[in-house]
């Protein structure tokens, strides 16, 4: 258990469906992050948020919808996703003493 | 251009013996860090060993060593003394602005990993 905790821990999905992926850090954290890790590729940096705002937005299709309602949980709403979403997506959260936590992902595929 | 690059894709090594895991970077900051993550069939991240750019030693944290060449913008993480458990994808990952270890500044940007296969 890394103290960042991510749930569902696995997903399936139709193209016509609204779910959503849950994290949550109580390590007292600032900072935390959404990647996608989809095969064979690297990790892709979706969005930041700084102490609830958001402050970086890759160029994330709209139908991925980020929330930070506090500094200790992060959302990711999907709807109408594409096959081609279908991968593992990561939460992250960082202090500047202590550096990057991870989660252990959703694995998230799309039907 | 890609800024972090792992150029196996794949690596076999027998229990017990070293392995280098290559990783370069590109960047025309002065400033950054450089981070080896493990990340097993469970999909966890997990931090290994970190490197900042100002650091004048290499990195060790106990079997984990980083083999910095700053002039061949190198940062090669070694692990010594393999263990079956050590089977697992490894990404490089650099982050630029602040070398400091939490930094304030900058995103995490990862390589594409090298999965290591220890043998018995």
């Known amino acids: 258990e890394t103290g960042v905790t991510q749930t569902p821990r696995h997903l399936v999905m139709g193209m016509t469906n609204k779910k959503s992926l849950k994290c949550e850090q109580h390590?007292?954290?600032?900072?935390m992050y959404w990647y996608k890790q989809s095969a064979k590729k690297p990790l892709e940096l979706m969005f930041v948020?700084?102490?609830?705002?958001?402050?970086e937005n890759n160029s994330v299709p709209s139908r991925f919808s980020p929330e930070c309602p506090n500094s200790s949980h992060l959302f990711l709403h999907l709807h109408t996703l594409q096959p081609e979403d279908s991968a593992l997506y990561l939460c992250?959260?960082?202090?500047?003493?202590?550096?990057?936590?991870f989660g252990s992902g959703t694995r998230l595929t799309v039907v | 251009a890609q800024k972090i690059t792992q150029t196996q894709p794949g690596m076999f090594v027998q229990e017990k013996e070293a392995v280098t895991l290559d990783c370069t970077y590109d960047t025309s900051d002065p400033s950054y860090g450089l981070f080896w993550y493990k990340q097993p069939s469970s999909g966890e991240m997990i931090f290994l060993i970190y490197?900042?750019?100002?650091?004048?030693q290499n990195a060790t944290e106990g079997r984990y060593s980083l083999n910095f060449q700053k002039a061949r913008k190198s940062a090669n993480l070694v692990i010594s003394a393999s263990q079956l458990g050590d089977s697992a994808m490894y990404f490089c990952a650099m982050r630029e602005g602040a070398s400091g270890y939490g930094g304030s500044q900058g995103n995490l940007i990862f390589g594409k990993g090298t999965k290591l296969s220890v043998k018995p």
């Open positions: 490197q900042g750019s100002y650091d004048q």
């Open positions: 390590l007292g954290h600032n900072a």
């Open positions: 992250a959260s960082r202090d500047p003493n202590y550096g990057y936590t």
């Open positions: 948020y700084n102490f609830k705002e958001q402050t």
